[in-house]
C-alpha cells in the first residue's frame, strides 16, 4: 500500500476518513450523518467505524469515520492503531483504490499520526498470490493512501514507521508461504534478495559447513529431509564497537514431527514453525531499513523435520558443536535440538552481549498462556524487564515464567548429558532449560515461546487471520530503546 502526504485533497476523492476522538465528530458531518452515528451508536470508542455520504462542492463523498476512544487514554498509540486498522479492514476491498485521510481538523502529534498509518497498513496486508480465481469484490483494491493536512514532521516519522511496517510484512510473507515454497534454501534466497543494498552482510553455513563445525543436534533434525539444512546470520553494525545483541530463531520451515510423527489433523501449521526465524528475518529488515544506531546480529538455524529411512530415531544420541551429549526421546522435540547448536555457533562466532531466542518451541506455551503473550524465559532479570517493558509498548506482549534447578534437573538423561524432553508437566520450562544449557558464561539470555502468538485464527489488533507478524516489533522496539544511544 503506497502512503503520500499532500496539502490539499486531490481531486475526485470519494472516500474521505477521519480519526475520530471520543464525542467528536469532524465539522463536515452533515445533520444525517449525524443523526446515522447517534443511531449507530458510533462514539468514537476505539476501533468503531461509522459512514455515511456528504455532499461538497457539488460531488458526493463517502466520509468515513474511525473512533480512536479518550484523547488522553494510557494506550493512545495503540488505540490509533486500531483506529487505522479499522479502517482498512472496513474499505480494503470496498472498491475505491484510494483512501483520503483528513488530519486537517485532528490534533494528532507526527507520531501519533504515524501510528494510525502503521495500523492503516498493517492491517491491509494479505497474501493473496496464489488465489487465482479471487472474484473482483473478493480482491484488495485499496492501493493508495494520501493523507491530507497532516501534522509538521509526519513525513518523518512515517518513513520510520513504514520501516517496521516492511519487517512486519516480510515475517508474515515468510510465515505464510507454505513448506514447499519456503524451506531452508529458499528462506536463504529470499533473505538475500531483500536485503539486498541494505549495507547488512549475509553469511550462510551450508551442511558441510556445520558437519565441520560439529553441528550434530541441528543436523540430526534435518536428516530425514531432503531439503539440505542452513544456517544463516544477518549482520547490521550501525553502532561503535560494542558487542552486538543477538537475535536467535528456530526455523524449521516444516514440523511433521519426523519418527514421532504428529496427528494428521492440523499438521498444516506446522509450516509457520519457521516464526522464530521469520520474526528474527523481519526484525533484522526493519533495524536495517531504519539504519538502526546498533550493532545486531540475527541468527536462524533453519531445517526442515521429516520421517524417513535416514531420519533418526527415538533413542539416538547425538553430539551437539558445544561437545555436550543429546539423547533423543522425542523427535518431535526438535526445535531446542536446532537451537542449541544455532545459541553455540552465534556466541563462539559474534561474542554478543546478550541473546534473545524466538521460538514457536511447545504446545504447552499454548496451554499456559493461549494466544496474548509470549512465554518469556531468562537468566537475567534487566532483560526481562527491558524486553516485558518493549512488549507492552508495541503489543508484541510477553509474561516472565519461571526457570531454575529443580526444572534443570528433570532433563538429565541416564545415556547422555541429557534428554530431549522432561516429564508430563512444565513443558515449556523444560524446553528452555534445555536452551540455557547452551548459553555460555551467563550470557544475559531471553527465550521467547511464541508458539501461541506467531499466527492468529482471527483478525486481531493489526492483522487478519493468519501470520501476526509477532517479534517484529519487539525486536525493534528493544534495540531502539536499549541500545541506540
Ligand atoms: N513446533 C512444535 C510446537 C508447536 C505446537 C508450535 C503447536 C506451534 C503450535 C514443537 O516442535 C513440538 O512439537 N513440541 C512438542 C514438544 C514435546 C514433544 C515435548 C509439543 O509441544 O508437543
Ligand atoms: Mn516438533
Ligand atoms: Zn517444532
Redesign the pocket.
Known sequence: MHIQFNQSRPQGARLIAHVVDKGKLPSATNAAMRAGAEAARFRGNTGQTFDGFVEDGGEVARLALAGAGEKNSDARLANLEKAGAALTAKYQSSGDKELVLDLSESDLSADEAAHVLLGLRLRNWRYDIYRTKLKDDQKITLESVTVVGGPDGIEDAWAEASALAEGVEFTRELVTEPANIIYPESFVARCQERFEGTGAELVVLDEAQMEELGMGSLLGVGQGSSRDSRILAIRWNGGGSEAPTAFVGKG?TF?T?GI?I?PGPGME??KW?MGGAGAVAGGMLSLVKRKAKANVVGVMGLVENMPDGNAQRPGDVVTSMSGQTIEIL?T????RLVLADALHWTQKEFKPARIVDFA?????I?ISLGNEYAGLFSNDDTLSKELADAGEAVGDKVWRMPIGKAYDKLIDSPIADMKN?GGKGA?SIT?AQFLQRFILDDTPWAHIDI?GTAWSEKPGRTWGKGATGFGVRLIDRLVADTAEG
Open positions: 524449521v514440523d514431527g514421532s504428529k501449521d506446522m514453525d522425542n518431535d522435540a526438535e526445535g514457536t518451541l511447545t504446545g504447552a499454548i524432553i513443558g524446553a508458539a
